[in-house]
Structure formats: structure tokens, C-alpha cells
């Protein structure tokens, strides 16, 4: 493949619908359904993803509940803590449904 995505939303089924698409274009989608995960494959493939789609409603960690306004307040401050360990900044998005309250 020759982009690599790293897709965190709690919904598969979401991802799922994508997936075909994706592959035609060259990209494999790496999807996690909880930023805990998310996070510890970003740290361990750093070099290797290209962009990061987040649900705007998801789960922070593997026991947890969906985070509401949270989830992106609580992300977007560790993925600007990743970036400047690394020096480096990958591209991401929100996509999502509509379903918070703002």
C-alpha cells in the first residue's frame, strides 16, 4: 500500500463501509476503535502513517465510555505532544456523524 491511515472510531462498521475504496486508492486503513490504541500504534508506526481520520465521539481508552466533547480536547493535545517529540506533523481529520451536542 502506499499510504497508511489511521482510523479511530468506535463504530467498525464505519470503517468497514471504506475499506474497498481504500484499497483501490492504495490505502490500507489501520483502525482502532479507542485512542489508547490509537495512540500506541501512532508511537510505534510513526514513520509509516500518512494521515489520522478521528471519530469526534469515542472512547479514550479499551474499558472506557464514549467521551463526548472530551475525546477530542484530550487527543488533539497528545497528538501536538507527539508532534513535537517527533519533530514531525502528520495530517489529520475529524469525521463524524454530527451526534455532539455542539
Not at 495512540?39 to 469515542?58: P, Q, R, S
Amino acid at each position: 500500500m502506499e499510504y497508511t491511515v489511521l482510523w479511530v472510531d468506535d463504530d467498525r462498521s464505519i470503517v468497514d463501509a471504506y475499506q474497498t475504496l481504500a484499497e483501490y486508492k492504495d490505502i490500507d486503513l489501520v483502525h482502532k476503535d479507542n485512542w489508547e490504541d490509537g495512540k500506541a500504534y501512532l508511537k510505534d508506526n510513526f514513520d509509516e502513517v500518512t494521515a489520522i481520520i478521528l471519530d469526534a465521539n469515542c472512547k479514550l481508552s479499551h474499558h472506557g465510555v464514549i467521551q463526548g466533547d472530551r475525546f477530542l480536547g484530550t487527543v488533539t493535545a497528545e497528538l501536538q505532544q507527539l508532534f513535537a517529540e517527533r519533530q514531525n506533523a502528520i495530517p489529520w481529520y475529524i469525521l463524524s456523524a454530527g451526534t455532539m451536542s455542539d
